[in-house]
């Protein structure tokens, strides 16, 4: 079983924090998923999604539980931390994939997503969470 921690940040317009995946990356390829990456030996979910959130994006912002997933055939668990952010595209440093934006909820179903962000992003569209992140 892998850990790992991901991180959602929705910004003043209701847009989602999402990274396009380029063609080396070894989990999801070419497809778009969730800031986040392996929790290491030894090492908490929170911790790791504030550490991944910072090597990925440069981004440092208090982040807060919603959940965790069974993904990847129930095989791997998947911490999930959101958080409201006054970020912008601006402010991200792209330290992995192609790209990382804040991405419209009306579109984002339409983007080639990976699996686990496939369960996770509607369940989180749809959630009081997501709600009470928006101003």
Do not use: K, N
């Not at 991180?7 to 847009?15: A, E, H, K």
């Not at 440092?60 to 952010?85: C, G, I, Q």
């Amino acid at each position: 079983m892998r850990r790992f921690a991901t991180v959602i940040l929705v910004d003043p317009r209701g847009w989602i924090l999402l990274q396009e995946r380029d063609e080396h990356a070894p989990i999801a390829p070419e497809q778009w998923g969730l800031v986040g990456g392996h929790v290491e030996d030894g090492e908490e979910f929170e911790p790791a999604a504030h550490r991944e959130l910072s090597e990925e994006t440069g981004l440092v912002s208090p982040l807060e539980h919603w959940r965790t997933f069974r993904v990847h055939d129930r095989e791997d668990d998947m911490a999930v931390f959101v958080a409201a952010t006054t970020y912008t595209d601006d402010d991200v440093v792209c330290g992995e994939g192609r790209q990382i934006v804040f991405v419209d909820p009306a579109t984002v179903l339409d983007l080639p997503l990976a699996e686990a962000p496939r369960i996770v992003i509607p369940q989180f569209l749809d959630s009081e969470e997501y709600a009470r992140l928006l101003p």
